[in-house]
């Protein structure tokens, strides 16, 4: 069983950086898409970013683009969230996701992520 866990949320002002950490119970992150997803109180869960080693894939959501950067750190077993310029609609829940045979176009998608770590808060003040 693949566990997640994120780290790094807290409280920020807008135009401050903030970077995300997802540690998983293995060493997956050679074959697995691994994607961040956020959740704002009242909102569905939003695609925020995705990385897949295996199939060369770096992709982020155009509300975050040329801001955020995902990657992966092997040394450290973990993948990273870089968000910089941050602004109060980034407020929200992150979470970090992974699955082993998802698709391309599917990476974008929450419901096709099998596993999920437990979310780590993000606040935004303007």
């Known amino acids: 069983q693949v566990q997640l866990v994120e780290s790094g949320g807290g409280l920020v002002q807008a135009g401050d950086s903030l970077r995300l950490s997802c540690a998983a119970s293995g060493r997956i992150f050679s074959s697995y898409a691994v994607a961040w997803f956020r959740q704002a109180p009242g909102k569905e869960r939003e695609f925020v970013a995705v990385?897949?080693?295996?199939?060369?894939?770096?992709r982020v959501a155009d509300s975050v683009k040329g801001r955020f950067t995902i990657s992966i750190d092997n040394a450290k077993n973990a993948v990273y969230l870089q968000m910089n310029s941050l602004k109060p609609e980034d407020t929200g829940v992150y979470y970090c996701?992974?699955?082993?045979?998802?698709?391309?176009?599917?990476?974008?998608?929450?419901?096709?992520?099998?596993?999920w770590g437990q979310g780590t808060q993000v606040t935004v003040s303007s």
């Open positions: 990385i897949s080693r295996s199939r060369g894939v770096t």
């Open positions: 996701a992974a699955d082993r045979t998802i698709i391309l176009s599917s990476m974008f998608d929450a419901r096709h992520y099998d596993h």
